[in-house]
């Protein structure tokens, strides 16, 4: 009967223990707040492995956040939505399903992206970028960090991008002669003159200077 007891008590710890290892712990507390509105699937005040792990869409907008180091619970998330919040550094890193991030009009002063091996489409105008590094993201198409402050930007890698929208930063230079899928390029209310554009063999529609 004892060892029955000590057999039934045990379990029940290890219960206990595994569940309080599925349920996520959250830095930014207004991110949490925002999830457990919206992907508390049980409705148990709390987010688990397997409830972040059905997340597809994550849509953030305008919450406080000031933190995106817990996105990272959300590894099979397609679109990434955190625009008009207060985060003034983004890292983000292998999250082998997102294809769409935008942090629009939030305040983002460091942005790096790595090993994002799905993005196509990235939105971060309107913020404070002076430098933004983009590794292992050959996918993207589509650019957008038009209103930062950004003087130099190296899109050489980027081989399948389509449209690139540099306007209102504070670019000199720019060569696009590596991306030949190249359709569109804004580089309005930019100091760079035409004779300091790197152009390669695509046909692109340039939205900055006189076109002959």
């Given at each position: 009967?004892?060892?029955?007891?000590?057999?039934?008590?045990?379990?029940?710890?290890?219960?206990?223990?595994?569940?309080?290892?599925?349920?996520?712990?959250?830095?930014?507390?207004?991110?949490?707040?925002?999830?457990?509105?919206?992907?508390?699937?049980?409705?148990?005040?709390?987010?688990?492995?397997?409830?972040?792990?059905?997340?597809?869409?994550?849509?953030?907008?305008?919450k406080g956040i000031t933190s995106v180091e817990d996105v990272s619970y959300f590894k099979n998330a397609r679109m990434i939505i955190l625009d008009q919040n207060n985060i003034p550094r983004i890292s983000l890193k292998n999250?082998?399903?997102?294809?769409?991030?935008?942090?629009?009009?939030?305040?983002?002063?460091?942005?790096?992206?790595?090993?994002?091996?799905?993005?196509?489409?990235?939105?971060?105008?309107?913020?404070?970028?002076?430098?933004?590094?983009?590794?292992?993201?050959?996918?993207?198409?589509?650019?957008?960090?038009?209103?930062?402050?950004?003087?130099?930007?190296?899109?050489?890698?980027?081989?399948?991008?389509?449209?690139?929208?540099?306007?209102?930063?504070?670019?000199?230079?720019?060569?696009?002669?590596?991306?030949?899928?190249?359709?569109?390029?804004?580089?309005?209310?930019?100091?760079?003159?035409?004779?300091?554009?790197?152009?390669?063999?695509?046909?692109?529609?340039?939205?900055?200077?006189?076109?002959?």
């Amino acid at each position: 009967m004892m060892k029955n007891k000590i057999i039934t008590a045990l379990c029940i710890i290890s219960a206990v223990i595994l569940i309080n290892a599925q349920q996520l712990i959250f830095k930014d507390k207004n991110f949490e707040k925002t999830v457990l509105e919206n992907y508390d699937l049980n409705r148990d005040g709390k987010i688990s492995i397997s409830e972040a792990e059905r997340v597809e869409n994550l849509f953030l907008m305008n919450k406080g956040i000031t933190s995106v180091e817990d996105v990272s619970y959300f590894k099979n998330a397609r679109m990434i939505i955190l625009d008009q919040n207060n985060i003034p550094r983004i890292s983000l890193k292998n999250m082998d399903k997102v294809q769409l991030i935008s942090c629009a009009g939030s305040k983002v002063a460091v942005f790096t992206a790595e090993n994002l091996k799905s993005l196509t489409s990235l939105y971060l105008d309107g913020n404070q970028i002076e430098n933004i590094s983009l590794k292992s993201t050959p996918k993207i198409n589509q650019l957008t960090v038009s209103l930062n402050k950004i003087k130099t930007i190296d899109v050489s890698a980027l081989k399948h991008l389509k449209k690139l929208n540099l306007e209102h930063n504070l670019i000199q230079q720019l060569d696009i002669s590596s991306n030949i899928n190249l359709e569109s390029l804004n580089i309005m209310k930019n100091p760079i003159r035409e004779k300091d554009l790197k152009k390669g063999p695509a046909n692109v529609t340039i939205f900055g200077f006189d076109q002959p």
